[in-house]
């Protein structure tokens, strides 16, 4: 998890190096083609990400419309999260970020769950 608390010289996102990063290691780890599918945000459409999607022939990039929430299963995801940090009074950002990486580590585990977020998009989860 990435957690900006505002020092100078402290990463302050995730550029495309470290996107490139995560897709080779997603890659290595799952020893297979990738399917991303992105929203717009504007990391994503850089041209440097571009380039650094086209020289992994591997990867395919599908991007959604402008605005399209209900195609995208990152919606099911932060709602939930909403949803169970709802009621929680964290004492500061370190508390906060340990609820929030344990409620997505709870949430990796229940595949039906994760299907779910899929599923609400219409997407095909199964090949023909």
Known sequence: ???????????????????????DAARQ???GPIVL???????????????????????T???LP????DLNPDEGVWSTLK????NLAPRGIDELAEMVATKLKRMRYRSSLLDGFIAQTGFILEPP
């Open 1 to 23: 998890m990435l957690l900006r608390r505002g020092r100078p010289g402290e990463v302050k996102g995730f550029g495309p190096w470290r996107f490139a990063a995560l897709l």
């Open 29 to 31: 780890q799952l020893g």
């Open 37 to 59: 599918v992105w929203d717009n945000d504007r990391r994503h459409l850089s041209a440097v990400m571009r380039a650094l999607i086209e020289a992994r022939p591997w990867l």
């Open 61 to 63: 990039v599908f991007q």
């Open 66 to 69: 402008a605005y399209a929430p």
């Open 83 to 86: 949803r169970a940090l709802a």
